[in-house]
């Protein structure tokens, strides 16, 4: 009898032990000693039935955590996933509330007795208990199995990659196919090692089966003997398994190194070959470019000196459209640089009519430089003083100011920059050729085309301008009068000043009038400054009568208190021509670290009143845009976010609009453009109220700033005083009357028939007081 009961003690030692290895845990009879567990510990402390085997990902369970001596042990549910065992009251807490966790990698796995486990780690220790000896087994079972696998984890992530030297392409090759070969001998291993396990395991599981129904001690020798055998067998089996198991694992880790080298010098080398690349295209450009202006050196003379101080600029200028659109779209990159060959060739052969495929051409410049030589032209002036280097405390004047209005905000001139907002306002015609030839236009797609890249022109000059313009006066103006050599006059006036507004209007004898109303609201938001401009923007063509609106997107500068300034624009665009319905729609893609896309990108679309789609417009705000004519459309695959696209086929890309390079020494000279340097200049006969007389302005811009400090604010109060001045005599003796604000002096309000709004136009006269120098009308403001 004695004999039995020891039989049956060992038999529950080899069923524990047993029911820890993951293989077999899930077919292991349950002993008696498990039956007999009571209630609770099988409702609170056993695995649930599914629950992962112990050496998976996860593991799941109920156990028993010490909490204090008045509680005692508690009931816990335990997660055990990515070397983390984590703990919660329930398993509805899994979704919001983890009440503990801790880290296996630098943990203490230890077992006190049959059923205890204490981990320990960083000054952390958990007290946890099991049910049964078989439960405790399978939980310190998986708790090694994650723990090795964290601190494997652990060491692959700070171990070196190696200096080894990159080994040739075919070595490569010869290496990754033996890898290949020895590590699928290894997976065969590791499958005839489990099935042996399987069978010996199943065989084991048999006789132990046996074992229990035994009641002669003499049969149980003879049992017990096959027992032994069998179990013999089973244990030289899984060290098999467990030796290919390290093999393989071993193996894996050292070529997985290997590949990681492998693809980082592949890397390398791609980047080394679209250098070359990059550098042969470069040099291609030049010399085809050399080769195209030797002969036209030679046998065309004036085309050469046709803007003799731009023409070095132009030529840097064509290499860097040329080195963008390598690096936009290398594969026409050859096919672009062609065209252009062509278009030249034959516009100097005097060839370059009114044809389609040649309405992206400079003609305007060159009808311009044809009459600056049967017209002497004022010389105007190509540099400022440089900017005075004065230090500030920003965050001293920022701190009060945020969450302001920032047209309400006091600001120094060293935010500035020695131009006014209206100055800012008339920059926008900085590329009015595009207008030129737009107006010369006979489709009116084309002339839409030409539209849009003069809508995106106008933020070239912003890349570099984070500094603030200056505020105009209630009533200041700024004229433009550039009719002798480009041919338009432009006017703007400051109409309000809460909220700060301004009308703007413009007549070229070339074909085309635009105006405009632009209030401007910003907010300082601490870390950036968001700028937007309210209000839409009319252009109308004389011969064709198609008129255009659109308006302007938002504008933000960033890093107002830490870093870099620099300026960003965002936001869409629609330009509708209202006499036919077409459309065109841009779109001003944000800047984003994550994106892959070029920074500052540009797209649009022009379509016909029908929304069928007939040119595509791609390119940078701050350098160049394109268009490609759409030759076929199709529907293609769901995008990111369910919707289906549409696939455009196009013809090459044809060059609408580059930036101008800017002027030497410009980032001494506030990044200025060659025509910002000329706003300020000052000029005879201009109005009283002209932007070139503030004197606060000109004080900065000859780099007087205390002084220019000192006449802002006088001007800021004198415009105080005279508001309050206005009210007092607006206000009739019973004080009933009230004042309706300022009247401008050159625009009144008038409601647009086709938008329906009602703005500030220009109502005429400003030009005829100009001729006759009366400006007795005008108010002193300065």
């Known amino acids: ?32 000693a498990e039956r007999r567990m009571s209630d609770q510990g099988k409702n609170s402390a056993s695995t649930p ?39 919660y009251r329930t398993q509805a807490e899994m979704a919001h509330t983890c009440r503990g966790t801790i880290n296996l990698a630098t943990a203490h796995i230890d077992t006190e007795d049959a059923c205890n486990i204490v981990l320990s780690s960083g000054g952390r220790t ?21 723990k090795a696998k964290a601190i494997r984890m652990m060491n692959d992530q700070s171990d070196d990659s190696g200096d080894e030297e990159p080994t040739t392409q075919s070595d490569r090759s010869e290496g990754v196919q033996g890898t290949l070969k020895t590590l699928i001998s290894k997976l065969d291993d590791l499958s005839t090692c489990n099935d042996l396990i399987a069978k010996h395991g199943a065989a084991l599981q048999r006789s132990l089966s046996e074992l229990e129904a035994l009641r002669v001690p003499v049969e149980g020798g003879e049992k017990i003997k096959g027992v032994n055998e069998r179990a013999t067998l089973f244990r030289i089996t899984s060290n098999a398994m467990i030796n290919a198991c390290r093999d393989f694992l071993d193996l894996a880790e050292t070529h997985s190194r290997r590949w990681q080298r492998a693809l980082q010098y592949e890397r390398e080398q791609r980047i080394h070959l679209e250098e070359t690349i990059e550098q042969l295209a470069k040099q291609h450009n030049s010399l085809e470019r050399a080769w195209r202006e030797a002969p036209t050196l030679s046998v065309n003379t004036p085309r050469g000196s046709e803007r003799p101080q731009k023409g070095e600029a132009s030529d840097e200028d064509e290499d860097t459209e040329y080195f963008d659109a390598m690096e936009d779209s290398p594969a026409f990159i050859t096919v672009t640089a062609t065209e252009n060959t062509q278009h030249r060739s034959s516009n100097l052969c005097g060839a370059s009519g009114g044809h389609t495929n040649d309405w992206n051409q400079d003609n305007v ?9 049967l017209q002497p032209i004022r010389r105007r002036r190509s540099r400022i003083p440089d900017k005075p280097n004065y230090s500030l405390n920003l965050w001293s004047i920022m701190k009060n100011c945020i969450g302001k209005e920032l047209s309400k905000i006091p600001m120094p001139v060293n935010f500035n920059e020695p131009l006014s907002m209206l100055q800012r306002l008339t920059e926008d015609l900085e590329y009015h050729e595009l207008l030129d030839k737009a107006a010369r236009c006979e489709s009116s797609l084309e002339q839409l085309s030409l539209v849009a890249a003069f809508s995106v022109s106008s933020y070239s000059t912003t890349v570099h301008r984070t500094a603030k313009p200056f505020n105009p006066l209630l009533g200041e103006t700024y004229e433009l009068d550039r009719l002798d050599d480009l041919g338009y006059r432009s006017l703007c006036e400051q109409v309000s000043h809460h909220p700060p507004a301004a009308a703007h209007h413009v007549i070229s004898q070339r074909g085309w009038t635009l105006w405009q109303q632009i209030t401007i609201s910003s907010k300082f938001r601490g870390k950036y400054l968001s700028i937007m401009p309210l209000g839409a923007i009319h252009l109308q063509f004389h011969s064709s009568e198609n008129h255009y609106v659109w308006r302007k997107v938002i504008s933000t500068v960033h890093n107002i208190i830490v870093g870099k300034l620099w300026i960003d624009q965002s936001g869409d665009i629609e330009i509708v021509n209202h006499r036919t319905k077409e459309t065109c729609q841009l779109k001003f893609s944000p800047y984003s670290y994550f994106s892959r896309d070029v920074p500052r990108k540009v797209t649009g679309v022009v379509s016909d009143s029908g929304g069928q789609a007939h040119y595509i417009l791609s390119g940078t705000w701050d350098d160049k845009i394109e268009s490609s004519k759409i030759v076929q459309s199709s529907k293609g695959g769901s995008g990111s976010e369910g919707k289906q696209k549409t696939v455009y086929q196009t013809l090459s890309p044809k060059l609408l609009w580059k930036k101008y390079p800017l002027p ?8 200025f453009s060659s025509l910002a340097l000329t706003l300020n200049e000052p000029e005879d006969g201009v109005g009283l109220t002209d932007s070139r007389l503030r ?18 604010q006088r001007l800021e109060e004198k415009q105080r005083a005279v508001r309050r001045r206005r009210e007092a005599e607006t206000v009739g003796v019973g004080g009933h009357c009230e004042y309706e604000g300022f009247q401008p002096q050159w625009f009144h309000k008038r409601r647009n028939a086709i938008t329906g709004e009602t703005n500030f136009v220009y109502k005429g006269g400003y030009w005829e007081a100009k001729d006759s120098q009366d400006w007795s009308t005008c108010s002193e403001i300065f």
């Open 1 to 32: 009898m004695g004999r039995a009961i020891a039989l049956c003690g060992r038999s529950g030692r080899i069923v524990s032990f047993l029911s820890a290895v993951p293989c077999l845990s899930g077919c292991t009879p349950q002993p008696a």
């Open 49 to 87: 039935a599914g629950a992962p085997a112990p050496g998976s990902d996860t593991y799941k369970g109920w156990l028993f955590k010490w909490t204090n001596y008045l509680k005692g042990y508690q009931r816990r549910w335990f997660v055990l996933s990515n070397g983390l065992l984590s703990y």
């Open 126 to 146: 958990y007290h946890l208990k099991a049910s049964t000896e078989v439960e405790r087994q399978r939980w310190v079972t998986a708790l090694e199995l994650a």
């Open 365 to 373: 410049s060159v009808c311009k430089d044809s009459g600056k030589e």
């Open 664 to 671: 030497d020494n410009a980032e001494n000279m506030y990044f």
């Open 695 to 712: 004197p606060d302005q000109r004080l900065m811009e000859a780099g007087r700033w205390d002084e220019a400090n000192s006449e802002k």
